[in-house]
């Protein structure tokens, strides 16, 4: 979760982003929640106030910056899915969704129109930057552009937008899709919201160099860098990610060939650097 994320680089961080992540693996209603998610809940229904109710657990956490709620009300998401077998059912709730064996065909947030934040909308506006991804991305990325006014605010806003993909595809709620699709379904979602860039890591992601290549088609530039740990799973090294990031904020684009587009004579914009062979105020910043 982006508490998580943001919590202090000390043994106390270490151990409450641990802490706050932890889902239960149980036979009752709890299976597959995260304790971080009770904590908030708890804070919110003592407090009465979903902001201070964050605000309280960043404290906590010791988190370097804030997370604010996508909503003042509970939401709930549900999901066309179709199975290995060729059959559509619904699913509902997020960890379902989001674990989900087969392709989502469609999403909907229930209620479609929440209510949304004053600071929510403040901090859109205030932001140098809007970063899209990466997560789950029908349960986590998308739903931030299925509410029409957080949709409108990013839209807005002065800031500069960032797609940030996920290191790995093809599985459980995206069974089958490549990166590229997965780019098209967040683009359907946004049709007026212009995004400036998109970072990808070609370590991981077969796909990276024909993603890149779409993404330039549609005018966006490409950062192609290697943001994940190398062990082989898909896990982000936060260092690495925060190196990519200070390059995309400073403009720090180069140019590459791909092996296939050498003899076409097609220019390609990424990072300037080669694949390595191994393995969440004028421009504008969780989500």
């Known amino acids: 979760m982006a508490l998580a994320a943001l919590c202090e ?5 270490s151990i ?6 932890h889902r239960f693996s149980t036979d009752g209603e709890l299976d597959g929640h995260a304790l971080g998610n009770l904590l908030i809940v708890a804070l919110w229904q003592i407090l009465d106030d979903p902001i201070e109710g964050l605000d309280q657990m960043a404290e906590l956490l010791g ?16 999901a066309q899915v179709r199975g290995l077998d060729d059959e ?6 997020q960890w379902q969704v989001a674990t989900a064996e087969g392709r989502v065909e469609s999403v ?3 209620p479609e129109r929440p209510r949304v934040a004053q600071d929510v909308i403040d901090a859109l506006g205030r932001a140098d930057w809007i970063i899209v991804g990466p997560g789950s991305w029908y349960t986590s990325v998308l739903p931030h552009l299925m509410i029409p006014e957080i949709a ?12 940030t993909t996920n290191l790995s595809v093809g599985a459980q709620e995206a069974e089958g899709m490549t990166s590229l699709d997965m780019l098209d ?36 530039r490409t950062l192609l860098r290697q943001v994940s740990v190398g062990d082989g799973t898909p896990h982000h090294d936060p260092v690495r990610l925060a190196a990519a990031y200070r390059d995309l904020f400073d403009d720090a684009y180069g140019d590459v060939e791909p092996a ?28």
């Open 260 to 287: 296939h587009a050498e003899h076409e004579g097609t220019p390609h914009r990424t990072s300037g650097a080669s694949a390595p062979t191994t393995e969440e105020d004028l421009h504008g910043s969780d989500g």
């Open 108 to 110: 909907r947030l229930i």
């Open 88 to 93: 559509i059912r619904t699913v509902s709730g």
């Open 185 to 220: 379904v967040l683009l359907e979602r946004a049709p007026d919201c212009r995004f400036d860039a998109l970072l990808a890591d070609p370590t991981t992601l077969d796909d990276a160099l024909e993603l890149a290549e779409a993404a330039q088609a549609r005018g966006i």
């Open 16 to 21: 409450w982003g641990d802490v706050i992540q």
């Open 63 to 78: 988190a370097r910056g804030r997370v604010l709620p996508m909503a003042l009300e509970p939401l709930d998401i549900e």
């Open 152 to 163: 409108e605010a990013i839209r807005n806003s002065p800031a500069r937008r960032c797609i």
């Open 9 to 13: 680089d000390s043994d106390w961080g």
